[in-house]
Each structure stands twice: as C-alpha cells, then as structure tokens.
C-alpha cells in the first residue's frame, strides 16, 4: 500500500472542504445578486404599472378639465348675456331718467307759465269780477 | 332596439294598499317595453283575483295565470316565468315598489353592455306607514359578499334564457328560492353590472324578509343549504356556519395545502406603552406569533434597521429559535424598501407583510387569511385590526369620501351597515400593517412602490393588485391588535400625496365596494 495514500485523501478533502466552501461562498453571492435583481425587478415593474396608471389617467383628467372648460365657456357665456341684458337695462333706466328730466323741464316751465298767468292784470280783474259769485257760494255751503 | 322586460310577480293575498301600490309602481315606469307576468297562486281574496281579472282585461301587455291549487312561491314564480317571453326577467313581489326609473335605468345599462346577463341595483325598505328606510348602498360585484347574505337580493333583472338554462326556481330553497338562483345564474356569467341607484322599495310587512331576517328562519336554512350546494358545485370544501345571531354566513373553506408562509416584519426596535406595560414592540409581536399561531409552516422574517439594538435582536432569536431569519437593512428608512427586501429574502408563495406594533388575537389568523387565497384570484387578504382599548383601527381600506381605514374608532362590537363588519367582502384594499399575499401577485405588480417610503403605499398596492383583475378581501375572522402608529408618526410627503393623486385620482375618491361613509 502507498504511504502516501492518507496524505492524499487528506489533502483531497481538505481540497474538496475549500472548493465547497469556495462553491458556497459563491453560492451567497449569486443569491444576493438574485435578490437584488428580483428588488430591481419589483421597482421596474411598479415603475411600468406606475407610468401606465398615470398615463390612464391623463384621459380622464383632460376631460375633466375640458368639462370645466366647457363649463367654464358656458359660465362665460352666461355672464356676457347677463351683462349684455344689464347694460340694456341701464340704457333703458337711463332713457327713463332723461325722459324724466324732460318732464321735469316741461312742468316746471308749465309752471312758470301759470304763476306768470297768476299775477297778469287779466287773471286779477278776473277774480275781482268773479268775487260776489265765490261770496255767494261761501254763504250757501 | 329596446328590450322587452318580463316582469314576474307571484301574487298569493297582498294586503290591498300594498298591491295597489304595487300596481301603480309599474304603470308610473318610464320604460313602457314590459309585460307583466302575473301568476295567482290560489288567492282566498276575491278583491285580488278581481283585480288581477280587471288588470287582464285593461292592458294587454298583463299576461294572467290563475292557479287551481296554491302551490307556494315557487311553483308561482315558474308558472309565471313560463308566461314570460322578454329578453328579461324582473323580480317584483306582490307588496313591493319599482321606483320609477328602474326600467329605463336597466335599460340604459343594456344598451350600454348588450352582452349583459344580471343587473342588480340597490334598493331601500318602505315601512307600512310608507317611510322610506334602510338604504342599501350595495357594493360592485361582490362574489365573496355574495356567500355570506343575498345581497344583490333586489332589484334582480336576469336574462331569460340564462333563468332557464339553470333550472328557474327551485323546490326545496322556500324563502331563499331567489339566493339560490342568483347563485346559479352568477356561476354561469362574469356579465354582471350594479346599478348604484335605489330602484326597488322593499315593503316591510309583518312577515316580511325585510323587517328582520329572524321573522323567517327557514329561509336561513333554505340559504345554507342554496351556498353549501353552490360550493358543492363548485369543487370548493368548505364549513358553512352562521354568524350568530345575525342570520348572516361565514364560508370556512378548507385548506387545501398548508404552504410555507413568510411573516414579514420591518423594524428598528421601537419601544412603547402598550397596556400599560413598557413593551418592545418587535418583540411583542414575535412572541404573540409563537404563542397564538397554530398553523405550523411558518417563517417570520424581521427585516431590522441598523439601529435596531443588538440585545433586541437577541431576544428575537431567543423567542423565536425555529422560524425567526433577520435581515439587515442598511439604508436610509424606506417602508416600501424595507417591506421588499423581505420578500426577496423568502421563498414562500404567500407572505404576510406585518408592523411591529402588532399582537395576534386570533390563533388561526393564518389558516383564515390563507384559505381566501385559494381563490386564485385574490391577491391580497386582511384582517381585522383593533385598537389597544379594543375599538376598530381597521376594517379595510374606504375611500368614500378620502382613503381612510374603513370604521376606524369605533367599536368591534358593532354590525356595520347591513352587516359589513361581520362578513367577508371584498374590498378596495387593506392596510399594509397586516395583509397576506400572494408572491406571484405581488411580483406581477412590481411590490410595493419605493416611490411611497412612508404613507399610501398599501393603497398603491392595493390599486395596483385590482388594475390586474385581481380581488382584495378583508375578513372578520382574524383579528389582531394593531397599536396604530406607535412604531412611527402616521404621515404622508407632499410628493407622495400627488404621486398617488397622479397614478390612481380617478379612482380613488371613488369607491365601488364601499360607498358607505
């Protein structure tokens, strides 16, 4: 039998020990690389989700705001009226005004006529003609 | 093309005001495409065979049977759907009301989804003195919903043809004979709409269903014995029990498989009062897991930031020798990150994702979440979430009118809105503090988004998971402690407040499972 036999089986084992541990070591390695693959995984896939999410959304909020655009118009539109019948209202408030003054003009000058009347020689001789009859009508009340 | 409704009513002795509204309910509808299929189940009231007679005589779209021997509810029904010849069938009893848009309502639904086959809407009560009351908010399509009470119920519009193909009523289902037939009709479609609208008023009478699901305990016996034949059919070992004293169901499926299942736990080895009692929070939920948990395949993974106290550590591995994996976490605090390296680190396909400040209530938490997963559609499971003096910290996501933990403060005690809080449901998401999920699930959506470190995260998964066509269910079954925020402030960035807004805006104001505030 070869004196060396033992030597070598212990030198294989002892060879085989670090190349498994070697092997193991490795093996921590690549599943560590796993698992940070499968966190880089996680992260795109919610990045992708994340995105098309977002992206399903843009739809739906721009014909929210087109909605509120379009009501928007609408208001818009409403209150152009409004302001539109108010301005005729105030045209028509100020014709009345002006026609107003007008009449105002108008009596006062009417009334200017009467006290010009009043005080005409005419309007006197009149009433001191007319004096016995309102006498008369007095005592009969 | 308009449809044509077949309404069916079986008419057994209505009290006559109740008929008479009956009556005018379906002449004031706006849709006038309808024929009345009108079966008299053997009436003793001459005044309501007399009226059904003058009805017959008055409008030809009255389709009229007289029976020669009162035979029950469902014998009248299928006489009466034997006289229906429209693309439609509408459920009406004799004492109830359609509101006057329902028709037009259903069929503006069918124009808009020709291919539908079950429209159902939601519905109120009248009381005798004709209040309305009991509003039925009812969520979308909710098939787990729908094992525990009838809650599409009324109104129900079925396309004829699938009535017939699945038997019309059945003998034997006396007082559910309508939860055995939606039953049958939803495991033969997935074309189901909910109109969010009430279009039926349910009339309580003395002897109704609607005053109390007591006043009629055979037709919570005919409802068991509808689910357990559903399931049945449907390959799915399951428990049907009640959940006294509600007349409600709890569908106890059984578990298939027993597969690992990783419990993940973030932490820094935050200390905090919790019962009076100093408790490092870490700690307390590990030794909860190992005191209350009876599924035995189990891993927890504490995923421990670099602050986290050695002798913290220490005391994990001491309390939990057999199922504890810690794994450092060297980077600045990010929730999501965290919650991620994880579930990188486990090989299970399901995992909990569970905050430190948690403590098990239920010792078959697990075996409850698990057994929703095995529909393999549902991504995500939570459970209930109470507060340290016992009130609700979570009962599910809502998000009418905002995204909040659905019944948040108040008391476990109490039934929800027709029983909400005491059956399993679907959902628009659960809270992140305890959820399980399904790893396929969870890798298909990319996790939880890194983008949201502290707040919103759980929503974003959530939303992402019902994107893909997955089901979120919340269940009542498991119950645990969640000492809200006690490991860290309940806050949220601007950045990850618009972000969210960006991705999910359109729908998160907008909740479908939940309307209810």
């Known amino acids: ?141 | 093309m308009q449809p044509l409704f077949s309404i069916i009513t079986p008419v057994y002795n209505p009290p006559h005001d109740a008929f008479e509204k009956c009556i005018e309910s379906v002449y004031a509808q706006e849709f006038t495409n309808w024929q009345w299929c009108l079966v008299d189940d053997k009436s003793s009231d001459p005044y309501v065979v007399a009226r059904i007679k003058e009805l017959q005589v008055l409008d030809s779209r009255v389709v009229v049977y007289f029976r020669s021997e009162n035979g029950g509810i469902i014998k009248a029904s299928n006489d009466a759907l034997s006289l229906a010849t429209g693309e439609f069938v509408v459920l009406l009893d004799n004492d109830d009301e359609l509101h006057p848009d329902a028709l037009s309502d259903v069929a503006d639904q069918i124009k808009q989804n020709p291919l539908v086959d079950y429209i159902y809407t939601d519905e109120d009560k009248i009381s005798v003195s004709g209040e309305h009351y009991d509003e039925f908010k009812k969520p979308k399509w909710s098939p787990e919903r729908l094992l525990a009470h009838n809650y599409c119920s009324h109104l129900s519009v079925i396309r004829r043809q699938l009535v017939n193909a699945v038997g019309r009523f059945r003998r034997g289902f006396e007082g559910s004979q309508d939860y055995d037939l939606i039953l049958r009709v939803v495991e033969k479609t997935s074309r189901i709409i909910h109109i969010p609208k009430v279009l039926y008023h349910w009339r309580s009478v003395p002897g109704s269903v609607s005053i109390a699901a007591g006043e009629k305990p055979y037709a919570f016996v005919s409802a068991v014995k509808a689910i357990s034949e559903y399931l049945s059919r449907k390959n799915v070992d399951a428990v049907v029990e009640e959940v006294a004293p509600y007349s409600l169901i709890r569908v106890k499926r059984t578990l298939k498989e027993t597969p690992k299942i990783s419990i993940i736990i973030p932490t820094c080895g935050t200390k905090k009062t919790i019962f009076g009692i100093e408790t490092c929070l870490v700690l307390n939920a590990v030794e909860s897991i190992e005191r209350k948990t009876t599924y035995a395949n189990y891993e927890i993974i504490v995923v421990a930031d670099a602050k986290t106290p050695t002798e913290i550590i220490a005391d994990l591995k001491r309390a939990s020798p057999s199922h504890l994996k810690v794994i450092d976490y060297k980077k600045k605090f990010n929730f999501s990150d965290k919650c991620n390296l994880g579930v990188v680190n486990s090989d299970a396909p399901f995992f909990v994702l569970l905050n430190d400040d948690t403590e098990i209530i239920s010792n078959d938490w697990l075996e409850t979440m698990l057994s929703y997963l095995q529909e393999p559609d549902v991504a995500m499971v939570g459970p209930m979430l109470l507060l340290e003096d016992g009130r609700i910290q979570s009962a599910g996501h809502s998000h009418t009118p905002h995204p909040h933990n659905f019944y948040n403060g108040r008391s476990s005690a109490e039934l929800g809105e027709l029983g909400i809080l005491k059956v399993a449901r679907e959902c628009t998401g659960v809270t992140g503090a305890c959820a399980m999920i399904r790893r396929n699930a969870y890798f298909e959506v990319g996790g939880l988004s890194n983008n949201f470190p502290l707040s919103f995260n759980d929503v974003d998964l959530s939303f992402k998971f019902l994107d893909r066509g997955y089901r979120i269910i919340w269940t009542p079954f498991a119950r645990l402690f969640h000492f809200e925020t006690a490991s860290r402030p309940n806050i949220s960035t601007p950045e990850e407040i618009e972000l969210i807004t960006n991705r999910w805006g359109n729908k998160i104001y907008n909740d479908d499972y939940c309307r209810i505030q």
């Open chain 1, 1 to 141: 039998m070869d004196s060396n036999t033992p030597t070598s089986a212990e030198e294989m084992s002892s060879s085989l020990a670090s190349e498994l541990e070697q092997v193991c070591h490795e093996l921590q390695l690549a599943e560590g690389k796993v698992m940070q693959l499968e966190l880089a995984l996680l992260q795109s896939r919610d990045f992708a989700i994340g995105a098309a999410a977002e992206a399903s959304e843009i739809p739906i909020i721009r014909a929210k705001f087109q909605n509120q655009f379009a009501e928007s118009e609408r208001k818009l539109a409403d209150a152009n009226e409004h302001v539109k019948s108010h301005v005729a209202h105030i045209a028509r408030l100020e014709q009345l005004v002006a026609d107003l003054l007008k009449l105002e003009k108008v009596n006062k000058d009417l009334r200017t006529q009467m006290n010009h009347l009043k005080i005409s020689v005419t309007w006197r001789v009149g009433r001191l003609i007319m004096l016995p009859i309102r006498i008369v009508k007095r005592i009969v009340k």
